[in-house]
Every structure is written in structure tokens, then in C-alpha cells.
């Protein structure tokens, strides 16, 4: 599985952005996308996910309400709508995916096995 994400930038306080995440090689059961954030000096943190079929989507508290997620299965690629962007939404954005993932274990670093590059994302006046 090959992850290649886009999107990303400067925005102000308040705005909104779009990641997307395009996802090649997939052939597995229990399959999730979703993404991961790391600030300067933090561990890297769950922030959404969804299972490939099905209708499970999840979110971290910080950005639920905000953040929301959704998926393309024509496109096999995966959207991150960031709305109300706050100073402490800025991080660099991974794009994740992963196989046979159980349901208790999606919001869990090691259940991803593929990682896209990372995408910045800077929120500041």
C-alpha cells in the first residue's frame, strides 16, 4: 500500500483546510484510513479515522465537532475537512492506513502499517 498525501499550508486562526490522502495497492480485510499529527517537541497523537466499509468514524476530543473525515471509493482516497483551525491544531499531518484492524485498536499508532509523508499544517495569525 502506497500513501500520497496533499494538502496542508498556512492559515489563520479560525480558517478552515483539506487534506486528502490517496491510497494505491490496497487488498486487505478490516481496512482503515485515517490520520495522525505530530507538533514540534509532542508524541504523535490520533487525531480521525474511518473503516474502509462500514460506517465507523472516529475522532480525537480536541478536534471532534471540527475535524471531519471521509472517504472517495472511487478514488480510494481520503479527506480531512479542518474547520475552526486553532494554534494548537499545528503539526505535521500523517496520512495512515492499515489491515485487519480491529475496532478497539483504530485509534492506535502501531495498528497502521503504511504511513504517507508528512504534510504541514501551520495555524497562526
Known amino acids: 500500500v502506497q500513501l500520497q498525501a496533499s494538502g496542508g499550508g498556512l492559515v489563520q486562526p479560525g480558517g478552515s483546510l483539506r487534506l486528502s490522502c490517496a491510497s494505491s495497492g490496497r487488498s486487505c480485510s478490516n481496512y482503515a484510513m485515517g490520520w495522525f499529527r505530530q507538533a514540534p517537541g509532542k508524541e504523535r497523537e490520533f487525531v480521525a479515522t474511518l473503516r474502509w466499509s462500514g460506517s465507523i468514524s472516529l475522532y480525537a476530543d480536541s478536534v471532534k465537532g471540527r475535524f471531519t473525515i471521509s472517504r472517495d471509493n472511487a478514488k480510494d482516497t481520503v479527506t480531512l475537512e479542518m474547520n475552526s483551525l486553532k494554534p494548537e491544531d499545528t503539526a505535521a499531518y500523517y496520512c495512515?492506513?492499515?489491515?485487519?484492524?480491529?475496532?478497539?485498536?483504530?485509534?492506535?499508532?502501531?495498528?497502521?502499517?503504511?504511513w504517507g509523508q508528512g504534510t504541514q499544517v501551520t495555524v497562526s495569525s
Open positions: 495512515v492506513a492499515g489491515c485487519r484492524i480491529i475496532t478497539s485498536s483504530l485509534r492506535t499508532m502501531r495498528s497502521y502499517d503504511y
